[in-house]
Every structure is written in C-alpha cells, then in structure tokens.
C-alpha cells in the first residue's frame, strides 16, 4: 500500500512538470521545423526520477533497525586454535584498528605455528547515523605509525574474500587480513557494506555487522603467515558448517 501510494505521488507530481502540448521549434538555417527535446513523456519520466531519488532514502530508512548480536564470541570462534582466551582488548602489535561506535569490540592472542598472531572483531548490533561499520572515524590501522607497503589486494581464504595489507614501521613488518559481515554475508569492499545494510533493514531483519582483522609479523616474507591466518579463518567459519550440518 505504501509503495503503491508513493508511485501515485510520484506520477501525480510529474503531471506538473509539463506542458500539455510540445512546443515546437523552428530552426531559422534550415527552414526545417523540430520538436522540442523538452517532451512531456521527457519531462515526466525526468521529475518522477528526481523525485524517486529524494523518497529513496525516507523508504529505505522506514525499514525495521533492529539490534542484530553475533551468536558466537570470537574466542569460542578461535578456542579450538589451543591458545588462552583474553577477555580484555589488546592489540600487541601495535596496529592501532579503531572502531570508536562499536558495542563491543574483542581480541585474541594466539601461538600458531611458530609465530604470534591477533585477532581482533568489533561488533555494531544496531548500525545508526554516526555508528556504522564504514564510516570517516574508523580505520583498519593507525597510518600515522605503519606504512603500506604495496597496495591492497584480494586473498581467498575458506570461501571469503578478503582484503590483504603488507605494513611497516621500522624494522617491524605486519601482514593484515581484514574484511567486514553483514548478516552473515562476508563482505570485501565499503561498498557493498552500505548496500548489504540498505538491503537488510529493507527486509527486516536488522542491520547488525561486524568487521574482522587478523594480522602478525614476519621477518622474511608476508607468505609465511598465510597459511597460518588460513587456519584462523576455517575456525571462524566452521561454526556456520557445523551448525548447518
């Protein structure tokens, strides 16, 4: 009912954009008489767009908003990895991720194959104005203390694209994993964080989503952690197959 309401609107507000006639022009060269570009059928379909775009977000925010929370701890997600659960937040290698808006926000320490690896998730339950997953105040890594080294790439790990980072600070040199989950949908670029959220308060069913980074040091090259984190991401998302088995 709503929507067929606002289409009525929409069509019924074109109807004064236009004039009942097209005019018609003659080009004084040519001798050749033209029909104005200016058409009704133009300038109708033209309103009812602008229009449509400036309802867009009053119809999408209508949607229901509500708190969405995470099943699973990530220490339970990681507790089958061995290493001693850390209920503080910690970040001990100094990457400096800052999710300020979040409701909560976790990390784990872990010893896997030789080498010391984090793990860190910050969980929005109820995504609002200034309390988002993608928004200006948040960032993956401190870049006034690491630097990129290279550019961004895509790695797939258990099925989930993800996003690679190589950092530096010093002699330091950090390989970072990170990517974000909207209602269970894993999630690569901004992008599609901000359509995924449109679309899940438009169904209904919330607008919850996390971001996760997982990162650790390497002395020779960034692959030698790779099937380390390939570890941690299987642990994070088997508990989806075991559930769904």
Do not use: C
């Not at 309802?55 to 929370?69: E, M, R």
């Not at 997600?77 to 800052?98: H, T």
Request: aromatic share 10%.
């Amino acid at each position: 009912v709503f929507f067929g309401v606002v289409m009525l609107l929409l069509f019924w507000l074109g109807s004064f954009f236009h004039d009942p006639a097209p005019k018609v022009v003659i080009d004084e060269d040519s001798g050749s008489d033209d029909v104005n570009k200016n058409s009704p059928v133009t300038q109708t379909i033209f309103s009812t767009a602008l229009i449509a775009i400036l309802v867009a977000p009053v119809v999408l925010s209508s949607g229901t908003n509500t708190p969405v929370k995470p099943e699973q701890s990530l220490s339970v997600l990681l507790n089958g990895l061995g290493m001693s659960q850390r209920e503080q937040l910690d970040d001990p290698l100094q990457i400096g991720m800052n999710y300020p808006a979040a409701d909560t926000a976790s990390s784990v320490t872990l010893e896997l194959g030789g080498k010391t690896v984090f793990a860190y998730r910050a969980d929005y339950y109820q995504q609002g104005q200034g309390k988002e997953l993608v928004y200006y105040g948040n960032r993956v890594f401190d870049d006034n203390k690491l630097r990129r080294i290279g550019g961004q790439r895509k790695v797939t790990s258990s099925g989930v694209t993800i996003n690679a980072l190589e950092l530096e600070a010093g002699n330091r040199r950090l390989l970072v994993w990170y990517w974000y989950d909207v209602a269970g949908t894993p999630l690569d670029n901004e992008l599609a964080v901000k359509l995924a959220t449109l679309r899940t308060r438009a169904l209904h069913v919330g607008s919850g989503g996390s971001v996760y980074i997982i990162g650790g040091g390497y002395n020779h090259g960034a692959e030698e952690l790779e099937p380390v984190f390939e570890q941690m991401m299987a642990a994070i998302y088997s508990y989806d197959e075991q559930k769904s088995d």
